[in-house]
């Protein structure tokens, strides 16, 4: 979900269409150190591995939908 929601984000900013690889990448860059932890975790997760994040998922979706509200706003 949250390499989705990096693809997303990464699609109504910046307008061309990439991998979820280049999309995660990007909002590491774009956002610095605020969501840099999450994303490095969501990575190197792996099948059948307990994540223990969902306070931050949940932040994350929250700022993912802000910013696509504050990209529709804009037009």
């Not at 995660?24 to 223990?52: I, P």
Request: glycine share 2%; hydrophobic share 45%; aromatic share 12%.
């Amino acid at each position: 979900m949250v390499l989705n929601l990096c693809w997303i984000l990464y699609s109504i900013m910046q307008h061309p269409t990439g991998s979820k690889a280049v999309a995660t990448s990007w909002v590491k860059n774009e956002f610095r150190m605020q969501w840099r932890d999450l994303l490095e975790s969501v990575e190197q997760w792996q099948y059948g591995k307990k994540m223990t994040c969902q306070k931050e998922v949940i932040a994350f979706t929250k700022f993912v939908a802000k910013k696509a509200l504050e990209i529709q706003n804009l037009n």
